[in-house]
């Protein structure tokens, strides 16, 4: 197998490596139609990022760490041994040239770090400490010329599987916040789409489906820091933002000033959004759901199909569940109208879903 420069042979990150583009794209795309077999006729062709973003767009990482002695090093936990990451060809550049300038960072037992972070242009160093630690010495200047714009140490005693807890976050240079390609606010440990111009393209999708205009409701679950939430708001659509990280929806708020904002989880707040979707007429409701791995909670289900929108668009990062999910909607009375696979992550075998359903 041919690996480009900086791809470790025991890296398990992407499965798709060794294949070229178009048996990449025709294993997605078989997989797609195996796990939606029931919709096979209306399952649209896979859209793909450009050739020449197949490498280097990854702007979110998140990174184990080691001492190796001289210095640290960042990578994916293989059992007990560290697979040196930092110069992973998918990673953006600014991601590759941040971490290379953090290996020189303080030994253990001065600085325990366990995580490294990196959001576009916000980084974050995760270290296993209940006690605000000094701050360590960097190069400013250098952080600044890879491309990043705020540098956070976030204080996790219990840092394991989990890299973010309640633990203290305390800003050492930069700014706070930055901006997205699509101009949004988003902060240290915001959730962002891979490939912004390939998700730009299903919002586009989405938002051509859903037709929001003033007058109509338009429902946003699972809305992070509010992308979508943003473009049902410049339509004129009133909308309805549901998430559990307070810190998205005060970004939200921001993103998409207007919007009704809940925090907790979809499941809880089920009572509340029926409440505000009943109030519009049904074919003036609009819902877009875009749901982690594990899909639709059981109580959100049950909430739209008693209380139904007109249209629903539901992006899905997870084939088997958004099967389970389109099944229980199909039998409240929704009809799928198309399913259009995304390749956000070129190289790897993961494959995202936008499905696009009309109400009873």
């Not at 025991?10 to 796990?35: F, M, P």
């Not at 090093?73 to 110069?87: A, H, K, T, V």
Request: one cysteine or more; aromatic letters at 8%.
């Amino acid at each position: 197998m041919n690996l480009p420069p900086g791809c470790p042979p025991r890296c398990r990150g992407c499965a798709h490596r060794g294949l070229t583009e178009e048996a990449s794209s025709a294993q997605k795309e078989g997989w797609i139609r195996t796990a939606l077999a029931p919709w096979g006729d209306r399952i649209a062709p896979l859209r793909s990022p450009d050739p020449q973003r197949r490498l280097g767009y990854r702007e979110r990482v998140r990174l184990a760490t080691r001492w190796d002695g001289k210095g640290w090093r960042f990578g994916m936990l293989l059992r007990d041994e560290l697979i040196p990451l930092e110069d992973c060809p998918l990673h953006a550049p600014r991601a590759r040239a941040a971490l290379n300038l953090f290996r020189p960072l303080p030994p253990p037992l001065a600085f325990p770090l366990a995580f490294v972070t990196l959001t576009g242009a916000q980084a974050t160093l995760v270290v296993k400490a209940s006690h605000p630690l000094e701050p360590p010495a960097l190069d400013f200047s250098g952080l600044e010329a890879a491309g990043l714009e705020g540098l956070w140490l976030h204080h996790h005693p219990a840092a394991g599987r989990r890299i973010f807890g309640r633990g203290a976050w305390c800003l050492l240079w930069g700014i706070p916040e930055s901006r997205n390609p699509l101009g949004l606010l988003y902060g240290p440990a915001s959730f962002q789409q891979a490939l912004p111009e390939l998700y730009a393209l299903s919002l586009d999708q989405a938002e051509a489906h859903l037709a929001p205009g003033p007058g109509d409701g338009t429902g946003d679950l699972y809305c992070g820091d509010g992308a979508s939430l943003a473009r049902w708001r410049a339509r004129g659509s009133e909308a309805l933002g549901v998430e559990i990280s307070g810190s998205a929806l005060d970004r939200a708020a921001r993103n998409a000033p207007g919007c009704i904002l809940l925090q907790g989880t979809c499941g809880q707040r089920a009572p509340q959004i029926r409440g505000w979707l009943a109030s519009f007429p049904q074919g003036m409701r609009r819902a877009y759901l875009n749901p982690p791995r594990t899909g639709l909670e059981t109580e959100v289900a049950a909430m739209l199909t008693d209380c139904p929108a007109g249209r629903l668009a539901y992006l899905s990062c997870a084939a088997r569940t958004l099967r389970r999910d389109l099944e229980l909607l199909e039998a409240g009375g929704y009809e799928v109208v198309s399913l259009t696979p995304y390749d956000f992550f070129p190289r790897t075998d993961h494959v995202e879903t936008l499905a696009l359903l009309e109400g009873p």
